[in-house]
């Protein structure tokens, strides 16, 4: 039967982790934990810096966008997973499919880049300490978040449009848990090789230099640490640096592989396990490693608790 033939797909099958219902049951326990601690953890880092006057800085102001972008991101595909966990049936909607996917486009991609303005605020601070201020004055540190989620939004866009000019036919099952784009293609029945080419063009162009720019600080602030500081303040400085980089990453090597690796080399499990790693564990991952590892976000934090026990 030709494709021209087939009926349209109005509905897709998400698959899943496991058919297995006891997996079921443990893998929505274990992402429900997950996502409670990601959200708590975030909006404590949130509230404690609108809070806590003295966290009025650079750093923290993107701190405190870097917790709600992980809001975001958790939000737009763990609640669906854990509900296609106990569902029988694992549906949504084209639509909803490719809206989801839209969403994803948008929070990962304005996570690179916010982790990229984090890297340089750090590189000004450490490397340039005398102009900190100056580089990073309120607007500046403004634009930078506002240029972030333009970017990432017109990278989704672009991304979406061309996938609502798709056609889907045959088989509705995708084999994931989330709707991700590259799955999507592979049901397309029409050809594809237009999205394949904005698709890789804009991860390769968004991802490598967002990349390039969190890699060069970096390696200016090494620099700088291993010329300055005593051996106990590089031992902590290296602790810091590598578990930033560590997050960084894993987040990025995991994102571009999947968003740019052919479809030729697909697999299911490889696929599923990248996916996990930068829109599920990733954003329980930075809160620890970005603020509650840190001293005066910690302070702040018990300060905090100790207000509300005392308001009781």
Not at 13 to 19: Q, T
Not at 170 to 175: F, K, V
Not at 243 to 268: A, D, N, P
Request: hydrophobic fraction near 50%.
């Amino acid at each position: 039967m030709s494709k021209n033939n087939q009926t349209t797909v109005t509905e897709f099958i998400l698959l899943g982790l496991s058919s297995n219902p006891h997996m079921q049951i443990f893998l929505f326990s274990v992402f429900l934990v997950i996502y409670l601690i990601t959200l708590g953890g975030n909006i404590v880092i949130m509230v404690v810096i609108r809070a806590e006057s003295h966290l009025n800085t650079p750093m923290y102001f993107f701190l405190f966008h870097l917790s709600f972008i992980d809001i975001c991101y958790s939000s737009v595909t763990v609640p669906n997973t854990l509900k296609n966990f106990l569902a029988v049936h694992k549906i949504i909607s084209v639509n909803d499919c490719i809206f989801q996917m839209f969403f994803i486009l948008l929070s990962g991609g304005a996570e690179i880049l916010i982790l990229s303005a984090m890297a340089y605020d750090r590189y000004a601070a450490i490397c340039d300490p005398l102009r900190y201020m100056e580089r990073m004055s309120k607007g500046i540190c403004v634009q930078l978040v506002s240029g972030a989620w333009a970017i990432s939004f017109f990278h989704a866009l672009l991304n979406t449009v061309f996938t609502f000019k798709l056609h889907f036919c045959g088989s509705n099952q995708i084999s994931h848990f989330i709707c991700e784009l590259p799955p999507l293609l592979q049901l397309s029945c029409t050809v594809t090789l237009t999205n394949q080419v904005v698709l890789l063009t804009s991860a390769v162009i968004l991802g490598s230099s967002s990349f390039l720019l969190t890699l060069i600080s970096y390696i200016h602030i090494i620099s700088i640490i291993l010329r300055t500081c005593s051996a106990e303040g590089r031992r902590k400085a290296f602790s810091t640096c590598s578990s930033h980089l560590i997050v960084v990453v894993l987040f990025y090597l995991t994102g571009f592989l999947q968003y740019t690796k052919s479809s030729l080399v697909s697999s299911v499990m490889l696929d599923e396990m990248f996916s996990i790693q930068y829109s599920v564990l990733t954003s329980i991952l930075n809160p620890i490693i970005y603020s509650l590892k840190n001293k005066e976000v910690k302070t702040a934090v018990g300060k905090m608790l100790r207000k509300l026990k005392f308001l009781k």
